[in-house]
């Protein structure tokens, strides 16, 4: 069975649920949803290689300016889009819409404003601010403002953010202008380089931990001179 029929039951499955007041579908009945956008991502969101790591906020930015600009596809301010479980979308994503993603989806995700992920992402994410809760990322993360992970989370990539608080896996360097909480059931094989840090215990750690004061790495010039 192909992707369309796998949709195509899909929705039959919701809707015979509504027909019998069953409660099954992951959509909150109470919030307006938008549909997501579906375009092309440009290469300047997608697999930063080491030496382009610090001017990451910076493709972002320039990202998230070109996606927030766009036209909201339907009215309201409060509102979202959920990809239901079950489903698999392959392909990129923008949306300028708050985003829960509970399927799996084949390809970079940008996203304006939050960005929630219960499903899988074979592909880069880049969002203002990032939860993974019980969710697969093989790719790059970036986030603007903050990145929580829960304990059964796993990113095969680097991470790139404000603040952070791990409680999953890492594979891969992470960068957090900020602060950085490593959970104790949290497991990291990269570097870290964070502006302050806390390390519970119990944490996995196996690279290099840098701490900055501002952008300034600590260095020789913390230190009396003789």
């Known amino acids: ?33 938008r549909p997501v956008v579906f375009e092309s991502v440009s290469g300047d969101t997608t697999g930063y ?32 889009t959920v ?39 074979a592909g880069s994410i880049s969002a203002k601010d990032i939860s993974l809760v019980d969710s697969i990322i093989a790719g790059n993360v970036i986030a603007q403002n903050s990145t929580e992970m829960t304990k059964d989370s796993c990113i095969l990539g680097d991470l790139t953010t404000e603040n952070v608080v791990v409680s999953g896996k890492v594979k891969g360097n992470i960068e957090a202008r900020g602060n950085g909480i490593f959970k104790k059931e949290s497991v990291v094989l990269g570097n870290i380089s964070v502006g302050t840090i806390v390390i519970e215990g119990g944490a996995k750690m196996r690279g290099i931990i840098t701490t900055t004061v501002g952008d300034k790495e600590v260095d020789e010039d913390f230190f009396p001179q003789k």
């Open 49 to 80: 290689p080491a030496e382009e790591r610090s001017d990451a906020s910076a493709r972002f930015s320039q990202a998230l300016d070109r996606v927030a600009g766009k036209t909201p596809t339907s009215g309201g301010e409060a509102g979202g």
């Open 83 to 121: 990809i239901a479980a079950g489903t698999v979308i392959d392909g990129n994503i923008s949306s300028n819409d708050d985003l829960v993603i509970f399927g799996v989806v084949n390809g970079d995700v940008l996203n304006a404003n939050r960005l929630t992920i219960h499903g899988e992402v």
């Open 1 to 33: 069975m192909g992707i369309m029929d796998n949709f195509k039951q899909a929705v039959t499955e919701l809707a015979n649920q509504d027909e019998q007041g069953g409660t099954g579908s992951v959509l909150d009945q109470s919030q307006e949803f």
